[in-house]
């Protein structure tokens, strides 16, 4: 996601509980294909199977565990 966001210029704000957990949060490793996609279906693809979830406001990206 930290890669994600820089070239995509979004600002990330995690999580606190996921800080505690590094395999969860910024250091997950993710693949996926994704074509045509907007903003939101692109995090929904990286973020979705790793239990994630998000909410975003322009370039703020908030993600927190999945209920």
């Known amino acids: 996601i930290d890669q994600l966001a820089r070239q995509l210029q979004l600002e990330v704000e995690w999580d606190a509980a996921l800080e505690q957990t590094p395999a ?3 250091e997950a490793s993710v ?3 994704v074509r045509d996609a907007d903003l939101d279906e ?3 693809a990286v973020l979705t199977p790793t239990g ?4 975003r406001e322009g370039k703020t990206v ?3 565990r999945g209920e």
């Open 24 to 26: 969860l949060g910024r």
């Open 31 to 33: 693949s996926c294909d």
């Open 42 to 44: 692109l995090l929904a």
């Open 52 to 55: 994630l979830t998000f909410e």
């Open 62 to 64: 908030s993600i927190r």
